[in-house]
């Protein structure tokens, strides 16, 4: 399951362990049962969440493969709970078309010092993003020039605009803290990117644990859209 992200980016399930029973069977081993059908396992994954009872939840781990621009990852990377494994820059040349370019350009949020509100007008969003792609293109080609120079990949990535450059990453996290990264994330206060990749996971985490989704859903309040 691949799931299409921003301009280049992408988020694919690359493995799972677990389900909703396994949930269940879990918080059932305190007393040496397992599944009691399908309507009191419902009953108890609820009870388990409302109640805080949280590592039943750490059974099912999810292995992600992601696409994402450096702006993004560096905010996804805090969520410690969880394992990464990034590609290498010093291994692995960037490809001129590596870099994230938004499809408009919102204004600073007056109110929420790190939040964007609205969009730029057309015109200066026109200007904006031909003088984006000309930066983005004299930067791939100084990035060039360096390593025809003989130039190390670790260095010659200084001509390249950090926050825009893409890179694949894996991410094994398990139900829980995969929650709390997507309370955190699909939320109107984090960074729009961000929010877009939450989303692709959210969509993933809802096909894969139903069940958990719908009483994840209803209790953080989030849309299931
Ligand atoms: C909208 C938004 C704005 C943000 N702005 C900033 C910012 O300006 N600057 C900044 O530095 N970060 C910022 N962050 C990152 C934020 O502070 C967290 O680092 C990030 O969201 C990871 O959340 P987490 O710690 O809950 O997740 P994880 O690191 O995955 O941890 C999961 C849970 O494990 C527990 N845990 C993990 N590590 C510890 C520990 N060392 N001690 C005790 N308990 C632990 C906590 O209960 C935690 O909730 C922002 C995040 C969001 C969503």
């Known amino acids: 399951m691949k799931i299409s992200v921003l301009d280049k980016g992408w988020v694919e399930l690359q493995d799972l362990l677990g389900d909703d029973l396994a949930i269940v069977n879990a918080a059932r081993v305190s007393y ?3 599944s009691k059908g399908a309507a009191r396992d419902r009953k108890l994954l609820r009870y388990l969440y409302e109640h805080d009872h ?4 750490e059974m099912v781990v999810f292995k992600f493969r992601v696409k994402a621009p450096e702006v993004v990852f560096r905010q996804w990377v805090r969520h410690r709970i969880g394992s990464f494994n990034v590609q290498s820059r010093r291994y692995t040349e960037v490809e001129d078309d590596d870099l994230y370019t938004p499809d408009g350009w919102r204004l600073q949020d007056t109110e929420n010092k790190q939040g964007s509100k609205d969009t730029l007008d057309a015109e200066s969003s026109t200007l904006l993003a031909r003088e984006l792609a000309r930066i983005y293109a004299e930067c791939a080609a100084q990035y060039r020039r360096a390593l025809a120079l003989g130039v190390a990949r670790e260095q010659a990535r ?14 094994a996290v398990n139900a829980r803290s995969l929650m709390n990264f ?7 206060r984090a960074q729009w990117e961000i929010r877009q990749y939450a989303q692709a996971v959210w969509t993933i985490f809802r096909e894969k644990l139903p069940w958990t989704a719908e009483i994840f859903a209803e209790k953080e309040q989030i849309a299931w859209d």
């Not at 949280?54 to 939840?57: D, K, L, S």
């Not at 997507?182 to 109107?188: E, I, P």
């Open 158 to 171: 200084l001509f390249l605009p950090g926050f825009a450059v893409y890179s694949t990453f894996i991410w």
């Open 182 to 188: 997507l309370r955190l994330r699909l939320d109107q």
């Open 54 to 57: 949280g590592t039943p939840f």
């Open 32 to 34: 040496l049962g397992a």
